[in-house]
């Protein structure tokens, strides 16, 4: 097991959570970086994930944990966009949100006392 710090982004190939990832290397922390299309050259270990999915978003937990032997944080950053009239906003693209947004921050990992 390392002694060195261990989280897991979600979101991490690009923008805000890609910014995160590269902040908390640079601190000296071991990051997954989660995300659907993962950066392969980093920053962090890059590890693929569809987070709309409970499955998907406990391996990411256990791959962190199997690579780093623990995990002190977890930033649920991960997210999607559509802008477009309420009347032309696709059923499904607001199911991929919704799963995206709820489903992975209620399957991030548990600490004493809350969930």
């Not at 000296?28 to 920053?43: F, H, I, K, Q, T």
């Amino acid at each position: 097991m390392s002694e060195r710090k261990a989280a897991l982004v979600t979101g991490a190939a690009s923008g805000i959570g890609r910014a995160i990832a590269v902040r908390l290397t640079e601190a000296g922390m071991d990051v997954l970086s989660v995300d659907l299309e993962p950066d392969p050259d980093g920053p962090g270990i890059p590890h693929h994930a569809d987070l709309t999915s409970a499955a998907d978003n406990a391996a990411a937990v256990s791959a962190a944990l199997e690579r780093f032997g623990r995990l002190d944080l977890v930033v649920p950053n991960a997210g999607v966009q559509h802008v477009s009239p309420i009347e032309e906003f696709p059923l499904e693209r607001w199911e991929t949100i919704v799963a995206l947004l709820l489903t992975s921050r209620s399957c991030s990992p548990s600490t004493p006392g809350r969930r």
